[in-house]
């Protein structure tokens, strides 16, 4: 290591007592730059309803009134939730019953896949039509503006007093048709003295009266409908009416007009099943991709099974380009673009292209698409802003976060990159502190990881641990939007790694230029008690020209420092300079010559900075040391003003091992 002088030596007792140290047990308990995913399915708020995607008990269709609207993201299976209230409809030439269903993919546009009702593909079942809406176009399958009175469950129809009246619509809702279903539950026949059927009929009557907002009568009940129900078997008897009334609030009453016969040879029982009412106005789903399903009630096609309708869908975005710009929505899994719709999107952030880092999505994109990271999950919860980025981001180790009015991004990867140069020529005196976050024998060492895997929809858990881990302490972690086994292993083993090489966190205070970084950045740090270099500022940069042969010289830097330093035999030294910005550059090897004084360094390559060494602003920074002493790096953490002239900067000290491609390890 290189010696201090006496400068060095003075500086050490100044900054005696820098250091702390902490027992960290039981959990991840390092990685403040990116906590780990929680136990439970992230998905799914578990303060509202179980989602109709990751729950299996909860796997259906519903009508998830006052919840969410489904966001899905990549390529995913879903259950997707009713749009509208599902209804039934006879044909009254054969008795079929017809169900209607309004279906909500998601906000968004949508690539539909495969539609299925549970494991089996819709084209095994018999007469199903529907029809796929794309966001804000009109539905023309059939109309979807229905409300039903709940009260309707199966009455049976007498002669001598009406079944209701029965409240259709709510307040404020005007509907312009009454429609009724009404059922022979034991057929219509006489049983003739041949052992034959003879034909029977029922006339019924349906009268409305309009009700205003408090349910007070306008007017008199008039008749809506009046038919004939007329058949000849012992089956049931399924009969649809509907008739158009003035635009208004309704209430609606049913009875038959002849009593219903006692004979046990003959069957004229009717039952009133359903009450429905059309709404005057359009229902608007702005935003979303629809399907409308028109579905015949078969054998194989149950009231159980038609709620078991999903989806495999792939979420179609525009993605961004530095020269083109936006592009049309294309099917895409991609993190940047999922972050990217979540800002932008009216149903989301609304935030203004100029407010986000679309250039560092377009580079992060590339290093996702390298990588092999995807994103791909529903979002059926409400879920704040911000929770929304976050989760998103987990799938890839992604932070986001508020830059001023940016909303930027930084992937915790390894960086190449030149970082903002700390010394204690900047760091303001006795701020600097370290805690060394020590392990025990319950820090965790490997990890249970569920993911949805991609080819069966259900979750999978896997164990995964480092290599030479000893698998003494586990904790969980649920994959939100990873879909494969390799990713899930990916990520784990990332955790893994930040909880066992990241154990230092510096804290320190600077001045304004403590602004410059951002969360996530790199910084270079160099300061004297942890032997971290020896850093100082350049008071002389001289050169010599030497003669290389008859036509060629060669010119050689010479740096005289603020610092004396010494060279060990057998060690190579490095220095690394900051730049007017200040920006620390890459490090150059040095030598001591013995022409050269005691804080004298030559360069064995030109300097790659403008180097200044006048009185009219700062000097130029350096940092001296063997190669690791110059190359002291830490992950910005947190950036908080102290007052208007000093800034607060939290930072892990970074390792490259947590970023070194670790064999895929899965515990057996």
Not at 30 to 58: D, F, Q, R, W
Not at 347 to 354: A, L, R, S, T, V
């Amino acid at each position: 290591v290189a010696a201090t002088g006496t400068a060095g030596l003075a500086a050490a007792a100044v900054y005696a007592g820098v250091y702390a140290v902490t027992y960290i047990a039981g959990s991840f308990a390092v990685n403040a730059l990116l906590p780990p995913p929680v136990p439970k399915i992230a998905g799914v708020n578990y303060t509202e309803k179980e989602s109709p995607t990751y729950s299996l008990t909860s796997q259906g269709n519903t009508a998830r009134v006052g919840d969410a609207v489904t966001i899905s993201y990549g390529r995913h299976m879903l259950y997707p939730d009713l749009g509208a209230i599902p209804y039934t409809q006879y044909d009254n030439t054969n008795d079929d019953l017809y169900l209607y269903q309004l279906f909500v993919v998601g906000l968004g546009e949508y690539d539909i896949e495969k539609i299925r009702i549970e494991d089996t593909p819709i084209e095994n079942f018999k007469c199903i039509e529907y029809e796929i809406i794309e966001p804000n176009q009109p539905i023309t399958k059939f109309n979807h503006n229905v409300v039903l009175a709940k009260e309707v469950t199966g009455q049976t129809l007498k002669h001598d007093e009406y079944q209701g009246a029965f409240t259709l619509n709510k307040p404020d809702s005007v509907i312009d048709a009454i429609e009724v279903d009404l059922i022979a539950p034991s057929g219509m026949y006489y049983n003739n003295n041949t052992g034959g059927l003879d034909e029977r009929s029922v006339d019924i009557l349906i009268e409305a009266r309009q009700i205003d907002d408090e349910g007070n009568p306008i007017g008199e009940f008039f008749t809506v409908i009046s038919e004939k129900i007329s058949a000849t078997q012992a089956k049931q008897v399924r009969r649809t009416f509907k008739a158009i009334v003035p635009e208004g609030r309704y209430e609606v009453r049913a009875k038959r007009l002849a009593a219903e016969s006692t004979s046990p040879r003959e069957s004229t029982a009717i039952t009133w099943s359903a009450l429905k009412g059309y709404l005057a106005t359009d229902v608007k789903y702005k935003d979303m991709t629809l399907v409308a399903m028109k579905m015949l009630a078969t054998d194989n096609l149950s009231a159980q099974t038609s709620k078991k309708v999903n989806f495999i869908v792939t979420r179609k975005l525009p993605t961004w380009h530095p020269q083109t710009g936006w592009s049309e929505p294309v099917p895409t899994n991609s993190i940047a673009w999922a972050l990217a719709d979540i800002c932008r999107s009216s149903y989301c952030g609304n935030i203004p292209d100029e407010n986000i880092n679309l250039n560092q999505l377009y580079h992060l994109d590339q290093e996702y698409q390298l990588e092999g990271d995807s994103f791909n999950a529903v979002f059926d919860s409400r879920l704040k802003l911000q929770e929304m980025l976050d989760r998103v981001g987990k799938a890839s180790r992604t932070i986001i976060y508020h830059n001023l009015n940016t909303i930027d991004f930084v992937r915790d990867s390894f960086e190449d990159l030149e970082s903002m140069m700390f010394t204690s020529r900047n760091i303001i005196k006795d701020s600097l502190s370290i805690k060394f976050l020590l392990p025990t024998s319950e820090t965790i060492d490997y990890v249970e990881a569920a993911y949805f895997d991609e080819r069966t929809w259900t979750q999978k858990t896997i164990d995964v641990t480092l290599p030479g881990s000893k698998k003494t302490k586990r904790t969980q972690m649920t994959m939100f939007g990873i879909t494969n086994k390799e990713q899930a292993i990916r990520q784990a083993q990332y955790f893994l790694k930040t909880n066992k090489y990241r154990r230092k966190l510096v804290t320190f205070t600077t001045e304004l230029e403590g602004s410059i970084p951002s969360i996530g950045s790199l910084i270079k740090l160099s300061y004297p008690m942890p032997q971290w270099g020896i850093d100082g500022v350049i008071l002389e940069h001289f050169t010599k020209v030497i003669k290389v042969d008859e036509e060629t010289n060669k010119t050689e830097h010479f740096l005289t420092l603020s610092e004396i330093i010494n060279f060990e035999e057998g060690k190579q030294y490095f220095i690394s300079l900051r730049d007017k910005y200040g920006v620390a550059k890459k490090s150059i090897e040095v030598v001591k010559s013995a022409d050269l004084i005691e804080n004298q360094v030559k360069l064995l390559e030109s300097p790659n900075v403008d180097i200044y060494t006048g009185d009219e602003m700062e000097k130029t920074y350096f940092i001296f040391g063997e190669a690791k002493e110059t190359e002291i790096y830490a992950k910005v953490l947190s950036i908080i003003p102290k007052d208007e002239y000093t800034i607060q900067i939290s930072a892990n000290i970074d390792d490259s091992r947590v970023y070194e491609e670790t064999p895929t390890t899965e515990c057996v």
